[in-house]
């Protein structure tokens, strides 16, 4: 299945009724926007303990603990199927309640922030809160490591080379996601994400949550804001229980990849 979240875009394969072995060659072939299908992450749903199990693929074949608006598609789609209102859902970060949040929107709790050095992780034990990076961002886990620079105008940095560079700082040895954060009010954050392994995305999930805790620590905002990405809003609310992510979500369309191309893959 093709599906996206605000543009963030997805290859899902449904492997809960016979196990599909992903390779890192096939997620790259997959993951391919000429020669194969095009994503920013490839997911594969499992069957589980709970109600389904998600593994994500960055496109560049590496795997990530975390995708939140893959699992936010992913959720609506299971919430479809089954006629439910919530479901939950397991994944390397750990185990995340999904429920429909009315109008077409579906909510994921992301879980709660990893805020200690070790847990991000970095290189070294310092203050999350400001890096000793040129700018001071902060770091923030979600499953995946983040690094969100407040900035006066985020249209202003040239993400390509910016997201590139930040993204292999020796502080982060599992490499990190990179956003640039505006403060456009109270509740509301302008931001845009350059995603390890993938580059420059119109919006990442686990990213708005990063950077709106961020921005709560620092107390540039309250724990509830609205992110507008480049790909269209999604809202966050960083609750007692978890990092609640609340967006649309498209599923485009469902295919077969043919023997052929899969072949090349091997």
């Not at 000429?34 to 303990?49: M, N, P, R, T, Y």
């Not at 603990?65 to 699992?71: E, I, K, M, S």
């Not at 995603?195 to 509830?224: D, H, K, M, Y």
Request: aromatic share 6%.
């Amino acid at each position: 299945m093709k599906m996206h979240g605000l543009g963030n875009d997805f290859v899902v394969v449904d492997a809960r009724a016979h196990t599909i072995p992903i390779t890192p060659k096939m997620a790259r072939g997959i993951g391919h926007r000429q020669f194969g299908v095009g994503f920013d992450q490839l997911a594969v749903i499992e069957s589980g303990d709970a109600d389904a199990h998600l593994v994500f693929y960055n496109a560049d074949g590496s795997t990530s603990a975390a995708c939140g608006n893959a699992t936010r598609c992913i959720a609506r789609f299971l919430l479809d199927e089954t006629g439910r209102s919530d479901l939950t859902l397991t994944t390397e970060r750990g185990t995340l309640q999904a429920r429909d949040a009315g109008n077409g929107l579906t909510s994921v709790n992301m879980g709660q922030p990893q805020l200690l050095w070790n847990e991000i992780p970095l290189t070294e034990e310092m203050d999350t809160l400001e890096l000793p990076i040129e700018g001071g961002p902060t770091a923030t886990g979600m499953g995946n490591p983040h690094c969100t620079f407040f900035v006066d105008d985020a249209e202003a940095i040239p993400l390509e080379d910016f997201g590139a560079r930040y993204e292999h700082h020796p502080l982060y040895p599992e490499r990190t996601n990179v956003q640039v954060a505006q403060i456009a009010g109270p509740d509301k954050i302008r931001m845009r994400v350059w995603e390890r392994g993938v580059g420059i995305t119109l919006a990442s999930g686990s990213s708005s949550c990063a950077t709106a805790v961020a921005a709560a620590r620092r107390g540039l905002t309250g724990r509830q804001v609205q992110v507008d990405l480049d790909g269209g809003t999604i809202w966050i609310d960083w609750r007692d229980d978890g990092v609640w992510m609340t967006g649309p979500t498209v599923h485009v369309f469902s295919g077969t990849l043919t023997p052929e191309f899969l072949r090349s893959l091997e």
